[in-house]
Structures are given as C-alpha cells and as structure tokens.
C-alpha cells in the first residue's frame, strides 16, 4: 500500500517539496495530498509591487504554475481553499476546513511537510472596517488594492508604513501610479536591511523620486471617514492620506506547528536539521517562510523569508523524502532591490549583525563606476565591506548604485560563502572590458581599501 | 646614495609598478626612470575601439594618467618617446634612444622593471606602403584609422582581419560608423574565446547587425590602386575594401629581453615568480603583456594580455620593489565582451584546453532569462558550465546573453576561483529579486543541471 505524503502549504516550498519527491517515487508508492488554503500554488509574492505598478500588466503572469499542472504532470492532490486546522502527531491525522465548500476533511499522513510560510505583521491599529487599509503578502491583496486604486473616488495620496523591501518596492509603485506618497517608518531609518551609512543613499533616492520619508516616527491608529480610511495616526499628527499600505514585514507562520507539539527554534521559527527534517519529530520535514536556518557567517540560527531559500529548501526537503540525500547548506543574508534607477544589494552581516555575533571588524566604504570612466553610461557605484580583524575575512558586504549594482553583490557573495579574506579578493580575476566595469572592477577596489584599513591598524 | 629603479615601458605594468614602488621608498632613497617609446603614459588600449565607433569622443578620455601627474606628485623621471634598445645585466645599464630628440642615452640601474607589454601580430601581406591597412594598439594607430575613416574619399567598406575580442569589438564599431564590414576569421569560427556551440550565438548576433563573417578563410594578400587598399587576397577570391583592420592579437614583447639573457617560459613570455621577479636574474622583475603567468585551473603557464593583470601585476611588482610583500595569485581566464547589445563572459578553461591539461568533465549547456519571466525585459541567458569528473569541480564557465549577462560571469569566476563543486554551488545565496533575477538564478540552474549531468554518469 502506498505512503501518504500530506503538504500543508501549497506555495514555492511545499510545491517545490512535492515535486521532488514525486520525482523519485510514484503514485504507487507515494500518494501526495496538499491543502493550501488561499487561490494559488506556487506564485511570485516578490512580484506583487511591480504589478500594482502596472508594469507586470497581468495577475496571471505571477503564478509560476497552475494546480492543474501539478495535477497533471505531478499527480499531486492538490486541494485549494483547504485550510488544515489542526495536525494530530499521536494519530498522524491532518484536519482541514474547506473554505469555499464548507466542511471539514481528515486525512490520515505518514509524512508531513510543514510549509505554512509567513503571514504580514498587522499591528492592532490595521484592524479596521474602514476600507482603503491593504497588505500585500497575496494575491487577493493585491487585487484588492488594485481595485481601490481604479475605482471612484480615485486615490490621490498613499501612506506606506514600514521602510523594509517591500514597504519601499510599494512606495515606488504607487508614486509611479501618480499618487502623492509618504512612507513612515518607526526606526530612524527605512531600509535597514542595510547600514546607516548606505541606507541614507536609498532615502535621498527616494525623496528624489517624490516620496516623503518620515523616519523615526510610529503609526498608533488610523482616522476614517464615510466607511473609508482617511489619515494615519502619528505622535507629530495625523497625515491625511486615501489609502494605507501595510509593509511591516512578515513572521513566520507557526500557530498551527506550535498548538501540534512541533518545536520553535530560538527565531521563532521551525528548527530544521541540514536535511529540513524537524529534529525529534518522526517524518515531518518543514520548509520556506515558516523556518529558520543557519547563517554561515553569524553560526546563528536566522528566519529571513525570501522566495529564493523556500525553493531551495522545498527542493531539499523534496528529494529527502524521495528517498535521496541533499542539504540545505544554510544562508548568508544576500539580498538585492532597487528604488527605480537605484540598486541596492547586501549580503552577510551589517556593523549590528557582526557586532551581536561578537566579530571585531573595520569597515570601509569605496566610490567607484559601474563602467570605465571615459565609457558611456559609467554611474557611481558605492561598495562597502565589513572585514574581521586581524584575519581579514570578509563578514559583510553593501552595495548602491545607478546601474549594474546590485547583481555585482553575487560576486561578493559567492567570496563570502567561501570565506574569502579581503586579501585574497584583491587578487579575483574578474572580467573587465570598458563597458563593463574599469580596469579595477569596484569589488576589487573596495577590497583594497579594506586591505589598507586593516594594516592601518597595525593588525 | 640612492638606488635606481629603471622601468621599461610606461604603460599599466610598468607604471604601476613604479608608483607603488614610489608609495614606499622616497626620492632619496630610490630613483625613479621610466622610458616610453610612445606618447603616452598608461593609457585605456581596450577603449580604442569606442572611440573609434563615436561612442567615447575624445582621445584624451583614454589616457589614465599623463606623464606630468607622474613626475609631480611620484616623482618619477618619465621618458616618453624613449625606446631603450639595449639591456646590460652585467654591467647594470640600459640603452634608450631618444626618438624624438636624436640621439642615445644609456642609464645605469640597480632594478629594472621590464614592462615592455605585447606587439600586435602583423603577417607579411600586412607590410605595405599602401594606406588604409591599421593595427589598433596604440592611440596612434586609433587616431590614423579615425583620420583615414573621416577623410576623403570616405572609406564605405572595411574588412576586419581577426575574430578575437578586438577584432569583433573593431567590427561593431565600424558598422556602427556606418560601414560595410567583412570580418575574416582563419578558424572555423571567430570569438575563439568560447566554445564553438557558444561562439555560434556571437556569430549569429554579428550577423544580425550586418556583419558579414567569413571563416575558415585566410587572408594571403592586399590588392592596392593608387597607393590605397583596394582588397585582401584570399583563396576565395578578393573582397574589395577601403580599409583593413588588423586585429590577430599579440604576442609578448620579448626581443629586448631575449637579447639581454632574461629566460622565457614555455609560452614565450618571460617567466616570473610570485612575486614578478626574474628567477635567476637578480633585481629584475617583469610585469604585464610581456610575461606568463599560472592558470589556477589548468596549472599550466598561460600569456593572457589584458589590463586588468597588468595593472594587478605592476602593483605587485611595485610593492615587492618598495620593500613590502605581495604576490600574484595567477589567473583563471576570466573576460567579458559585447556586441552590440549582445554580452559574452567567459572563465576557467574551454573544452579542447580542459582536455589538453587532462582533465575529464562533462559540459551543460542551459537556458535561462535575465529577470524573472514576467518582468519587463527579462532577455534570454544561455549558460554553459564544464564539471570535471567524478569530483564535480567547476572547470569553465561561458554566459551568452542580451542583458545583464557577462558581469555574471564574476560570480562563475569566484566560485571557480575558490575551486567550488557544482554541487555546492546549487547551495549559493545569490541576490534574487524579480528585476535582477529568476528565483532560481541562471548560474543555480546551470549549476543543477551539471549536478544531473554528473548524477547520469553514475559517477
């Protein structure tokens, strides 16, 4: 009789989980029943702000693939609108609600794969009736904020609240949309993701572009008119606006893990082994926004939603129960967005990180050009590295710039994976041609500098 | 009483050696003499082509550094239309005459930096009285054919001879100067650089552009009428032009070196250390076009004449002169390119020079797109990866694609530099976000498909 594979969650990480392991074992072998309680399977959340921007002009081009296909291709029960309520370990019994036909189901699991991912932080204030107050995590978020944009009376003003990747991603939406934007942000800086120093290009970007940044500054309640929202709340007043977009960032979803007996690590997050096995707990494997995982540089345990880990970790997960052998080698925090024309990229530890981790460190940051000067097109590109002292190995590395910035971060980052000194990356061997990058590719020239810094010290 | 540094050759190499040289010895201690049998001091060889197109308007944006800044601010004796002819290693002289003035010197040192770059490659048919036949190495050369392109009777056809980077890049730039271009490759297919299935993509886009390739075809002859060039001679026939350009590459400029008893290496350029020194002959280092350096990956010595090594090179070089330590780390290959708005990045080694040093691999070749699938823009990326076997080590990596394709190869470069497994490398934390990236990135999903490439082995 065949082995019976439940999949709570039906995006990148629990598809990607199902797949694999469907690869590797058949339907006689392996039934695969997965319940995601919202529309969609597998769909590009990162995608969401340039929708509503208008420049990816169809819903549909986010969905990476149908049910249908996993259906078909995949043999995967694939149950939409499912929404699993509880998970009993003793009688490895899932209960799910069916959201749409009402009812509830019971399906018996040997296996379970946990991968629930995350849900948006909604600060008591968000809960309104009032309309025109949006997150952004699915979807039907986002068609339901597109829908606020177009109808009548059409909004002219925006408060986004909360400056991470995808408060700033909206508020570049919506001021390409025409409206009139404030971010607030209650750290004294958004974009935090990187330093102080670096974050204070994006924010000059921004205010650039139109936006009002208001940092340092929090949200307490929202004021509302005729059913609709109206203002924002602050400590230095109200600011008046037509429609509130929540991007206070995500936390893992664990309620259901946590009310079944499945261990947190100290993130909050679902501890997995190397294997995204749950340590302790017989045959479930979890994977994507609902764990946490090791960061190389930190040794920490580190929860960082990001699509790129969910797919890798899915894929991990995957194979395992397939009966093949794989790991999840851990993260180092790279990252990269942009402001319209501004790129930004980060990877590995920022000055707090590698402060809490106990490093002792230099920090550098260089100016250079994405091209060779005299090469049409060139941009300042500004790099900044965070290297350990005395040993030099790189810990962390920043980037912003005009153009051809943030995908240079990979190069750092694959240095960094690798446990490069700076000394070392001084000697890459990368590729130069003028239109390219100049004779001393930026990378190189920041490495040097941070090679300086370090003998400065006497080290 | 001060020691005498003498640099020969004052181009990347040779000037970079001696301002760090300079950094850390004053005049007191070291004099410093640099002769230049050009023009110029450090100058941008692999801009000449942009600004031969138009793209880079001025000559003078090519020039990195004048002699004036050389002499004021490091103090340094430069000779510039100085060509030193002769090289005593016993009695520690060298032999410059002054090509402008007249006349000889002779200058007595106790290091000599040798620095002398590489001489275009120029076969026989290509000495002629005839106009309108240009190399394209110095500013010299690039400001005859810019005159000869300009005067009357404007040239309406060219034929480029050389299908390697400049010879491609000098191809581009003519057609977009509004010329009918031929371009004449001896091998089976220019861009040489890259294996033939990838170097099929180059060819395919040259000829979209309008460029007419020939290959296979060797060029015997010039035809001339009334003291200008007419056509090149082939075996199949003349093809009629007004202008040729010679683009065959270099080799190390080593005459004066030989004649001085400076040994070579294998590959015909001089040999050096680590360090940039000589073996054998005290006090004197090389750096630059002139020398050979390790190829990380086949552990052979290879001459690969490029700025960006010279310039790494001449800094060593400097450094170890001026009493410090650094070494040169050897090269791994790594170059990127365009046509038009097609990007090619190569690194490591190519099939026929993997199976030249011995190695077994397998090579995959895979499709991806810059951005993900839905974003505006995302251009198609083919990645090709050689994977030894059993170990999986990356050997070589090659990137074709329309957009944010070579500077990829950095991230190709570091892993192979760091001696990654492709295995690993399915693991690398690179920046994903839609405008930057498919949520598995080009060089993950190339890497996968090695992984399976090997998996099918059986290892």
Known sequence: MAQRLIVVGGDAAGMAAASQARRRRDRRDLEIVAFERGHFTSYSACGIPYWISGLVPDRDQLIARDPETFRTDFDIDVRLRHEVTGIDLDRREVVARDLAGGGEVRERFDTLMYATGAVPIKPDWAHTDAGGVFGIQTLNDGAALRDWLEAEPKPRRAVVVGGGYIG???????????????????????????????????????R???????????????????????????????????????????????ALAEAAGIPLGPSGAIRVDRRMRV????????????????????????????????????????????????????????????????????????????????????????????RAGYYPGARPMTVKLLAEKPSGRLLGAQIVGWSEAAKRIDTLAVALWNGMTVDDMTALDLGYAPPYAPVWDPVLIAARKAVDALAALGR
Chains 1, 2 share one sequence.
């Open 279 to 370: 340590p302790g707990v017989e045959d479930v494997w979890a994977a994507g926004d609902c764990v946490e995982c090791l960061h190389r540089v930190s040794g920490m345990p580190v929860h960082i939603p990001l699509g790129t880990h969910a797919n890798k970790q899915g894929r991990v997960a995957g194979i395992n129960i397939g009966g093949g052998y794989a790991t999840f080698a851990g993260v180092i925090g790279t990252a990269v967005t942009k402001v319209c024309e501004l790129e930004v990229g980060r990877t590995g530890l920022r000055e707090r990180d590698a402060a809490a981790a106990g490093f002792e460190f230099v920090s550098v940051i260089s100016e250079s050009t994405s």
């Open 168 to 206: 700033v991603e909206m508020a570049e939406a919506l001021i390409q949309r025409g409206l009139t934007v404030t971010l607030v942000e209650k750290a004294a800086q958004p974009m935090s993701t990187v330093d102080e120093d670096m974050a204070e290009l994006v924010v000059g970007a921004m």
């Open 208 to 254: 650039g572009l139109g936006i009002t940044v208001r940092a340092g500054l929090s949200v307490t309640g929202l004021e509302q008119r005729d059913g609709r929202v109206s203002a924002v709340v602050t400590a230095e007043g109200p600011i008046p606006t037509d429609v509130v977009v929540l991007g206070l960032g995500v936390r893992p979803n664990v």
